[in-house]
């Protein structure tokens, strides 16, 4: 998707501006941006947040050269985010999910490094950069928090690129639902069981990989019983295994998750 071009699924995006969930009792609350804020400092985010704004799947939240406007936490459903090459082709750069935000790749040259495309139906609250800024220079909790959300993005740009690193394609695959498996659990979700609003090909661009490769892998590894896969939906069947294929050390179920900040 070249990003000169617009879709009709553009116009899907909607505003409502019917009954408002506060940051104070959303469900989210302490997992996206106004986590560890008081109760003043609440109150004056919800007076700048522009809720809900809904996006159809397909819709274009921003696009890549767009002006700066907004800092955006996804409520619900979710998002991914891509650059355009020069030949048409996209790359796809990460998948944002409940209570995660983006846009901060504008704060570096007051325009969007990419696109944020809405994978399903999604929710998402915005909160312009113009009142970010004169908000942050009065209340300290909401500079530490912005802090925290760049050095998140910072965070996961790494890991992708350790992710890409990774010679084995199996790897790498494995790596990233790992990690799709702890952020369901950070969501309160079935952490073994995992709806991929991503298409295979996404996942793919994701992982540096072509989609036959990708496909071939979900097979070796449902046929190694690492995986029961059905269409969209990936259950994790052996997670010591997974985690094997990861490198990584499993954490015991009986251990107590750790909060995202």
């Known amino acids: 998707m070249l990003s000169g071009m617009h879709t009709q699924a553009e116009a899907a995006v909607v505003d409502l501006h019917g009954a408002r969930t506060s940051c104070a009792t959303c469900g989210l609350h302490e997992l996206c941006l106004p986590s560890g804020m008081n109760a003043d400092v609440l ?3 919800d007076g700048a947040m522009r809720q809900k704004r809904v996006l159809g799947r397909g819709s274009v939240l921003y696009r890549q050269g767009d002006a700066a406007r907004a800092l955006y936490v996804v409520k619900a459903g979710s998002v991914k985010t891509y650059v355009d090459s020069a030949d048409g082709d996209a790359q796809v ?4 999910l409940a209570s995660e935000s983006l846009g ?3 704060l570096a040259g007051d325009v969007h490094s ?6 399903e139906s999604t929710t998402v609250c915005e909160l312009s950069y113009a009142r970010l800024e004169d908000m942050a220079q009065e209340a300290p909790a909401l500079r530490r928090k912005l802090a925290s959300v760049l050095g998140s993005e910072v965070r996961s740009a790494q890991d992708h690129l350790v992710m890409m690193g990774k010679p084995q394609a199996i790897k790498r695959l494995a790596l990233f639902l790992h990690g799709l498996s702890d952020r369901h659990g950070r969501l309160s979700r079935d952490s073994a069981e995992l709806k991929l609003t991503m298409s295979r090909q996404d996942i793919a661009s994701y992982l540096g990989l072509v989609i036959e490769t990708v496909s071939r892998l979900f097979t070796r590894m449902e046929e190694d019983g690492v995986l029961e896969v059905r269409r969209k939906t990936v259950r994790i069947v052996r997670p010591d295994r997974l985690a094997d294929l990861c490198g990584v050390a499993l954490i015991p179920e009986t251990a107590p998750r ?3 900040h």
């Open 43 to 45: 109150a004056r985010l």
């Open 104 to 106: 901060a790749d504008a």
């Open 114 to 119: 990419c696109t944020a495309e809405a994978l």
């Open 93 to 96: 750069l990460g998948f944002h």
């Open 258 to 260: 750790r909060q995202a």
